[in-house]
């Protein structure tokens, strides 16, 4: 079974409330990221119809602080479709009310997985994809995962050459004091 990743985008709008802010009078972080993971859960979700976990998370860049009185926009979609995981897009915009001006805060990637009453994965739809932007998500999808398992097994301690990175650690901000 297929379906097209317009089935299950989901959008929210929250206004912003001072409890929401951390010290310096901006957004907390941790409550955009809160917003991010349950929307990424609905979006999912509502693909699979099945309750869905959040496996991980690809990167959140904070591109530009929310203030106190904006509201904010989340996006989800779905990318990518494996067997019983999905890659869920979330993009967040914050708006000024008064001035209308609109700014793109961050995207990241939920991978979600899709699980049973008892627990256990189940396979997802897959999805259709009909547009060039469609294919270009699915395509990086497949390639940030080829990343991470890279990643992985590249520092996994019994794979790791400190040869290889020792010189370039010397040009951090580090005192090496191996014995």
């Not at 009310?97 to 739809?125: L, R, W």
Request: proline content about 3%; overall charge positive.
């Amino acid at each position: 079974m297929f379906k097209h990743p317009k089935e299950s985008q989901v959008t929210i709008t929250e206004l912003m409330l001072p409890a929401h802010s951390n010290f310096s009078g901006k957004i907390h972080g941790g409550y955009i990221l809160n917003l991010m993971d349950q929307i990424a859960f609905a979006c999912s979700s509502k693909h699979s119809r099945h309750y869905c976990v959040t496996a991980s998370v690809n990167r959140v860049d904070f591109l530009n602080p929310i203030e106190v009185g904006e509201l904010v926009t989340l996006k989800a979609s779905i990318n990518y479709t494996g067997r019983t995981s999905m890659v869920v897009g979330v993009r967040v915009e914050s708006e000024n009310i008064q001035t209308g001006e609109k700014k793109h805060c961050n995207s990241s990637y939920f991978t979600m997985v899709a699980k049973d009453e008892q627990g256990k994965n189940v396979p997802v739809p897959g999805i259709i994809l009909d547009d060039e932007q469609g294919v270009r998500r699915f395509a990086r999808s497949i390639t940030r995962q080829e990343q991470a398992k890279t990643r992985s097994n590249k520092f996994k301690s019994s794979e790791f050459k400190i040869e290889e990175h020792i010189e370039s650690i010397k040009t951090q901000n580090v005192k090496i004091d191996l014995e």
